[in-house]
């Protein structure tokens, strides 16, 4: 372990001296002192709960979209329906309720291409600033 090492931990050479003495190769302290540092330079590693899920939706943004796609495409016959409803022609509203219940659901999953746009724009946001910070 070199002294950046120790510093990065909030451990300094004065007080690892102080407390424990001069660490040597081949005393028990300096093996535990070191067991002890990558330990906690792996917990200093592993992210949290919210990048770790950033990190998983940028690795599945393709199926992310594909999934919206579709949630838009099936707005397309939900549009007529409701025309249909609005204009009162009865040509495919009001002919079988179970069509009449789909119809109506495709209304209430637009909620969740909203979501991911929102989710999408974030991400991206996120990742402009990750560049930005590296540079």
Request: glycine share 4%.
């Amino acid at each position: 372990m070199t002294n950046k090492n120790y510093i990065k931990l909030g451990i300094t050479n004065k007080l690892l001296q102080k407390i424990l003495g001069k660490p040597k190769k081949n005393n028990v302290y300096y093996v535990i002192f070191t067991l002890y540092c990558m330990i906690a330079k792996r917990h200093s590693n592993e992210k949290s709960l919210w990048e770790r899920f950033w990190h998983w939706y940028d690795r599945h943004i393709t199926e992310s979209l594909v999934l919206t796609a579709f949630i838009i495409y099936i707005q397309i016959p939900h549009m007529f329906w409701n025309a249909d409803l609005y204009l009162e022609t009865g040509m495919i509203s009001r002919v079988n309720p179970v069509l009449d219940f789909f119809f109506y659901g495709v209304d209430l999953i637009e909620i969740f291409p909203m979501i991911n746009i929102g989710f999408l724009i974030y991400s991206r946001i996120r990742k402009k600033q990750e560049l930005k910070s590296r540079v």
